[in-house]
């Protein structure tokens, strides 16, 4: 418990007050996400099947995860290997959520940040000749792919819970600083749905696994394959991939950041993973400004932090690729604005045959 000079702090006594609304609604939210698993499992509720098939990008366990580039890899490898493939988005916060939308169709981005969120719209930036689709009825998507460009594999970005669409490959990723023995349902933890839920998964991929020792990922990994139906885990790393100047998209290499003093910002659901970044490269982050997840910024948060710059010293302010989309109009000529794109890697070539097994692919030697 938290004491300062022996008396409980006020955010210690703000936790105790809200602890009995908290565990009243992680049991009103447990009751209905078991209710709707029952409803699913007995066919009240049935799943629809799409002329294509389907692989499925999710987690369990809320943010951080990394769905979207993964979703990126995923896709990208798939049509390497000839496949017709294409990416069904919600399209979460984007305006064309409920109506659908096509952000980038086989040749070219057609859709805006505004329509279609931002995952999306970075998906879409991303895989050129690849289609990313929004829209809640991902039934529907899914048609519009297979009648439009003869789509032979759709992902599903955030699809573990979206149950009314059959999928060949369930993928569950599972973050590297989450044992799978922990946790609560929302709000009271990080868990979407019961742990056993992981019973869904044809294979777990344990992201963030940078941030492991070769004995974490050992005692991770038997975890997970200690139940009683165990499928393949196999671990994948963000790495530091570019770095590009806001807003002329002029590159730098990596090794510019080397012994940088640097302001950092971000809106992700796991800040932290910037600031590990940095400090792989050899950046030195006198800060780390976290904004919420999904966060627009407004002149207000560029005037403070370009403030806040100036005081630590620092003449790099930083960022991710998915904020940068949603910075609008900023360039000054005291402070450069530096943006750093991650990229995902499964080294474990195990991985890849099984994907190519399951999608009916020889892997090349």
Aim: hydrophobic share 40%; net charge positive; glycine share 8%.
């Amino acid at each position: 418990m938290e004491l300062i000079g022996g008396k409980m702090t006020q955010q210690t006594w703000i936790k105790i007050i809200l602890f009995p609304l908290s565990w009243a609604a992680a049991q009103l939210y447990g009751q209905g996400v078991r209710l709707r698993l029952w409803l699913y499992r007995r066919q009240f509720f049935t799943a629809r099947h799409l002329p294509l098939n389907v692989i499925s990008i999710g987690n369990l366990v809320v943010g951080g995860t990394g769905k979207t580039p993964h979703t990126a890899l995923l896709a990208a490898y798939l049509q390497k290997k000839g496949l017709r493939v294409a990416v069904l988005s919600r399209g979460y916060r984007g305006k064309k959520m409920k109506t659908g939308a096509v952000i980038s169709n086989d040749r070219t981005v057609t859709g805006s940040l505004e329509d279609g969120g931002e995952e999306p719209y970075w998906l879409a930036q991303k895989l050129p000749g690849i289609p990313v689709v929004v829209g809640r009825d991902r039934y529907q998507s899914g048609l519009l792919c297979h009648r439009t460009w003869r789509t032979e594999w759709a992902i599903l970005d955030d699809g573990f819970q979206h149950l009314a669409l059959t999928r060949q490959i369930n993928i569950l990723l599972w973050p590297a600083n989450h044992r799978p023995g922990s946790g609560e349902l929302l709000p009271l933890g990080r868990l979407r749905e019961p742990l056993r839920e992981i019973r869904r998964a044809d294979l777990i991929l344990i992201t963030h696994a940078e941030r492991l020792d070769p004995s974490e990922r050992t005692v991770l990994k038997k975890d997970f394959q200690s139940g009683p139906a165990p499928v393949p885990v196999f671990f994948s790393v963000h790495k530091p991939a570019v770095l590009w100047r806001y807003p002329d998209h002029s590159f730098f290499p990596l090794e510019r950041l080397e012994g940088k003093r640097v302001l950092a910002f971000c809106g992700l659901a796991d800040p932290g993973s910037l600031f590990f970044s940095l400090n792989q490269l050899g950046a030195d982050p006198v800060k780390l400004i976290e904004f919420p997840d999904h966060h627009v910024y407004r002149e207000q948060d560029k005037r403070s932090l370009e403030v806040l710059g100036r005081s630590c010293g620092v003449e790099v302010l930083i960022t991710t690729e998915k904020d940068a989309l949603k910075l609008g109009d900023w360039n000054r000529e005291d402070l450069q604005i530096l943006v750093l794109g991650i990229a995902i890697e499964i080294e474990d070539p195990a991985f890849w045959d099984w994907l190519d097994r399951k999608t009916g692919m020889q892997h090349e030697a």
